[in-house]
């Protein structure tokens, strides 16, 4: 089994900008068939991809709603993923979520990946 441990977040001032991090552990976790991928989610709702990225090809992708404003890239030797969310806006608010999944194909469904991170509350205020 893979463990993803987040840190980062907490409170940003709308215009701001925070990183998250997500780290791997575990034998599991093949470089080359991984895919990382990082969600968020508020009450209510269920879980908005956000970007991922293919450990092997440092392929990313994201969701429409971020792109221009997000950056996710990984350490390869500290086997880490960084979000880094810029221009933060009020309705980026919500519980971040890192999750790696095998053989992942369409990265922004949440069901394609087996392993998550704890979560980690971004809060974004006027």
């Known amino acids: 089994q893979i463990q993803l441990v987040q840190s980062g977040g907490g409170l940003v001032q709308v215009g701001g900008s925070l990183s998250l991090n997500c780290e791997v552990f575990?034998?599991?976790?093949?470089?080359?068939?991984?895919?990382v991928g990082w969600f968020r989610q508020t009450p209510g709702k269920e879980r908005e991809f956000v970007a991922a990225i293919r450990w092997y090809s440092g392929a990313t992708d994201y969701a429409d709603s971020v792109k221009g404003r997000v950056t996710i890239s990984r350490d390869n030797a500290k086997l880490t993923v960084d979000l880094q969310i810029n221009s933060l806006k009020s309705e980026d608010t919500a519980i971040y979520f890192c999750?790696?999944?095998?053989?992942?194909?369409?990265?922004?469904?949440?069901?394609?990946?087996?392993?998550w991170g704890q979560g980690t509350q971004v809060t974004v205020s006027p």
């Open positions: 575990g034998r599991t976790f093949n470089r080359y068939r991984n895919t």
């Open positions: 999750a790696t999944g095998r053989n992942v194909i369409s990265t922004e469904i949440s069901s394609e990946y087996e392993d």
